[in-house]
């Protein structure tokens, strides 16, 4: 199962051709299947290159499927659907932001119990 998973989850191109075979035929046997690929994939693409203009759309197509993972997802996303689609469409990233928030707190819990502030606020700086 989670071999199937990580080739849905993949990118076509990165698959091996055995790979995609097998996969080809599980999706031949389960049109269910067949269904949430071209949703994991699309939603995919949409991340990737930044077209939250088709959110919307996927939502629509999502909710239809009536697949209860996928389906729970896109209500998730409705409750925010102004935020989600601008983080589908600007180039801004909170990534290094959260990496540096990351990494502090590692310090932090590497710490507890063992120096005060002063050591930690060395530590965080010289890291």
């Known amino acids: ?3 199937v998973t990580g080739w849905i989850c993949r990118h076509p191109d990165n698959l091996v051709g055995r790979d995609t075979e097998q996969l080809r035929k599980i999706l031949d046997r389960c049109p269910e299947l067949e269904s949430a ?4 994939r699309s939603f995919a693409d949409m ?3 930044l077209h939250g203009e088709r959110l919307a759309a996927w939502i629509t197509a999502a909710e239809q499927a009536a697949l209860p993972g996928i389906s729970r997802f896109a209500t998730g996303l409705n409750a925010d659907i102004a935020a989600v689609t601008a983080g589908l469409s600007l180039p801004f990233s909170s990534g290094p932001v959260e990496g540096n928030v990351n990494r502090i707190k590692m310090i932090k819990r590497q710490m507890y119990g063992r120096a005060g502030f002063d050591l930690l606020r060395k530590r ?3 890291a």
């Open 1 to 3: 199962m989670r071999q």
């Open 47 to 49: 991340m990737t290159h």
């Open 37 to 40: 690929v071209e949703l994991v």
């Open 124 to 126: 965080v700086l010289l």
